[in-house]
């Protein structure tokens, strides 16, 4: 019995991996928050599906566990990459728990630890750089801006030091209904060291109805409405717009 | 006439995406380094290649560019995801400087500009922290330790912000055999400010022949000798070992 954590990437099929593809086909059980069991059910109707809403995360993985304990292979799906801001992390941490605690069977035979596999996929920044241009062809930082987990304090710390060190940005979970202004606080934030001239740029719905991507100014992006499906770029002082794409030089003869 | 900039992934077929598949196995002409090459060749053997050798950025991006002048659909691929640290952003440039001179066909036609699509993939980052558990859940930044094209203080001040940001930093092209002792340098610039015990993590080959992954602390990473296909990672201040595998939380209630 194995827990497979996947990263089914931006929501296409295409997008996915050849092996997530393959570790979809084989299992017995889907789980994962709402959403992403309807994206992913049309290409794998014939599965077992658990699915959560929002904000359940321990609570999935525990299902996700307790069906593996049930003798089934699962895979856990999750957006973009399951290893950034998604359910790797709890996976392991919860699959070594059980196993530490010698979980016993009802027959009292000490069961076999659950094996976790996690299947690589494409994060939101990556597929949202390649539809912007090439905003993170040098160093890059990510950061969330959700502060349900994380004190405001340190992302605003980290906002302040990313802009000093001169890396392009990939803000992610940016705003959503509870978080209203959040992008507005950052980019206020930002642009105490940067101009508001700086090359920024917005994707969302990646791979999916209703894709988007917009090049603008950080003093553009500030009066921008983002939700939690955007992802966010802001370029270091070296990033240009290049035609209607956002381009982050490597240094190469023909860039200067 | 397309030049599709495509991310392969670490490796490994089962590592690319579907939509990175079908450009591969529908375009005509196929260039890269060497080494990548051969790796996507058996899988599409009946392809044209172009392989060029290491450093030939520019040359490699210019001579894939004018097969689609001939009219020709190429795939230009790049190990992992060509937006990070590769060449989509050479390509997106140099595809448009070739637009705005209005190139002129032998017939004396104005050719139709060159389109650029760039097609996402799993860089070595994702598909090396999935390996080594789930280094990357909260907040971290890239950063390449190669100073061919980028001076060496400007490296150095990017690890001394990263470090005091407490975010995951993962550095690419750690060394070389030009570049031997890089790691050592970068790993006492940051001991300067976290404790030697820090959880750091290294991955390799991945998806190929070879394969590794070892979790270790930063005062052995100090003492590691990396290659250029190695990705290091250094964990942030709460990243904890969980069993063999590199784990930095996010924040939930049963990591406390």
Redesign the interface.
Known sequence: MKLYVV?I?PGS???????A??ALKECDVIAGYTVYCDLVRPHFPDKDYISTPMMG??KRVKMALDKCQEGKNVCLICSG??????L???????A??L?SKGHMADDGECEEKIQVE??????AA??G???L????????????LSDR??PWE?IE??LR??A????TIVLYNPESKSRAGYLRKACDILLEACDGSRVCGVAGEIGREGEYCHVMSLNDLRDYTADMFTTVFIGSSGTRQ??D?M?????????K
Do not use: Q
């Not at 099929?13 to 092996?19: A, I, K, L, S, W």
């Not at 790797?88 to 919860?94: E, I, W």
């Open positions: 990263g990437g099929f295409e997008n996915m991996t050849v092996r593809v393959n995360e321990e990459d399951a290893g950034v801001y998604g790797a992390g709890l996976a392991v941490s919860m070594e728990d196993g996690i299947i690589p996929g494409v994060t990556i597929s750089a390649a539809l241009g090439a905003p993170l062809i040098h160093d890059f930082c990510f950061i969330s987990l994380t340190l710390k980290r030091l990313a000093e060190a001169d890396m290049v035609g794409k381009v982050t030089p490597r240094g190469y003869e023909s860039e």
